[in-house]
């Protein structure tokens, strides 16, 4: 089994900056590739954000969120982080991180681990 617990979520206004982190536990945990995901209402669709490869070097975004947030690796791989900067209201969602192990690490689906969410909510 593996768990994921995010964090790092609040409030901020327009422009400024946060910082989320996933801790992943379980065995070979390190050895999955790890997604960030959103879902910005109740009863929308959880939407790709960003995705990083098992080994930290492969990265992958959706186009909203290029150049301003940046997924990466901790040392020992087990944490995940997404530092998100000149972030804007339509930022605002829940955010979720996803854990996968499959040929194609940008893809996660229901049937893969993901932790509760953590809250992220921009003011204008």
């Known amino acids: 089994q593996v768990q994921l617990v995010e964090s790092g979520g609040g409030l901020v206004q327009a422009g400024g900056s946060l910082r989320l982190s996933c801790a992943v536990s379980?065995?070979?945990?390190?050895?999955?590739?790890m997604g960030w995901f959103r879902r910005q209402a109740p009863g929308k669709e959880r939407e790709f954000v960003a995705?990083?490869?098992?080994?930290?070097?492969?990265?992958y975004y959706t186009d909203s969120v290029k150049g301003r947030f940046t997924i990466s690796r901790g040392n020992a791989k087990n944490t995940v982080f997404l530092q998100m900067n000149s972030l804007k209201p339509e930022d605002t969602a829940v955010y979720y991180c996803?854990?996968?192990?499959?040929?194609?690490?940008?893809?996660?689906?229901?049937?893969?681990?993901w932790g509760q969410g953590t809250q992220v909510t921009v003011s204008s």
């Open positions: 996803a854990a996968g192990r499959r040929e194609n690490w940008r893809v996660f689906t229901a049937s893969d681990y």
């Open positions: 379980g065995r070979t945990s390190s050895t999955y590739a």
């Open positions: 995705a990083i490869d098992w080994s930290g070097l492969n990265t």
